[in-house]
């Protein structure tokens, strides 16, 4: 079924599966009004979306090519973090609510294992780095040239999710490739500093009011300003599998991970 599905998918350019109607990436002219929708609201939300980016089915095709590594391949990470993903944060006392533990578990299959998917072939897509640099006010964005980080497919299967932490990275690009049932929903609070530290402990026990979720169907693109924004993937319900695509990019060349990194991230160096 895979080398079927493989098949079908690899057998068409990248934009024919993608809705360059309603995103005409292919056409930079065209994008103006798009970029400007984006741009907004990723300044009043910290994140923007492209509904339906790429086609019901093709989407379809790539989660069950997908499936068997996630299920069978993958690797699997579990922990308990506070939201700052450190020990001991200098000048906050260990029992401050704002520290309060997060749980994480998530499966992870790694850029080198799906050089051959539509989802590798849609990050080198030159067209999508141009429009995501505009997005985001770069003047131009590089892929990564880590082996295993470049694009990463993370799956979570039933009671998996990610707690609430903030990103490394100023901006995080994500590919909904199968929701859920039910949960496995990115819950935000935008424009939090990391430093509020009543702010964050309000938000973890719930009595922040401008939480927000982000429900999205496969094939949604979304960025998100993870650095700056608090975000969680609430625990997976059901039996279906959510995944979803992370492509890295970087305004400079070259970035790759540690030997260190790559252990922590994939238990794995090469
Ligand atoms: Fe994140």
């Known amino acids: ?54 086609r019901t089915a093709s989407i379809a095709g790539a989660a069950e090519e997908l ?24 000048g906050i006392a260990a029992d401050h609510p704002a520290l309060a533990l997060q749980e994480t578990s998530s499966r992870t299959v790694c850029d080198d294992q799906i050089a051959w998917s539509f989802v590798h072939a849609l990050y080198e897509w030159p067209p999508l780095r ?15 040239e880590d082996p295993l980080a470049r694009v990463n497919v993370m799956g979570y ?26 949960g496995g929903h990115l819950e935000y609070r935008p424009d939090l500093a990391q430093d509020d530290l009543d702010g964050v402990a309000g938000l973890l026990e719930g009595r922040d009011a401008a939480r927000r979720t982000h429900v999205q169907r496969a094939g949604t693109l979304t960025v998100f300003k993870g650095r700056n924004t608090a975000h969680c993937v609430t625990p997976v319900v059901g039996e279906t599998d959510r995944l979803i695509a992370v492509f890295s990019y970087f305004d400079r060349p070259g970035v790759v991970f540690s030997a260190a990194e790559r252990l922590g991230f994939y238990g794995r160096a090469a």
């Open 67 to 90: 499936l068997p590594l996630v299920r069978e391949r993958s690797f699997f990470h579990s922990r308990r973090h506070n939201i700052y993903f450190t020990d001991t944060p200098p």
């Open 157 to 182: 299967r039933e009671g998996e999710g990610l707690g609430w932490h903030f990103d490394r990275s100023e901006f995080t690009t994500t590919l909904l490739i199968q929701a859920s049932q039910d």
């Open 130 to 144: 141009d429009f995501l640099a505009r997005v985001m006010g770069k003047p131009r964005l590089h892929l990564m």
């Open 1 to 54: 079924m895979q080398n079927r599905t493989h098949d079908i998918l690899a057998a068409r350019a990248v934009h024919e599966h993608l809705d360059l109607e309603r995103y005409p990436l292919d056409q930079p002219g065209h994008c103006q009004p798009l970029i400007e929708r984006c741009r907004e609201e990723l300044a009043r939300l910290g994140l923007c979306s492209l509904p339906g980016f790429v």
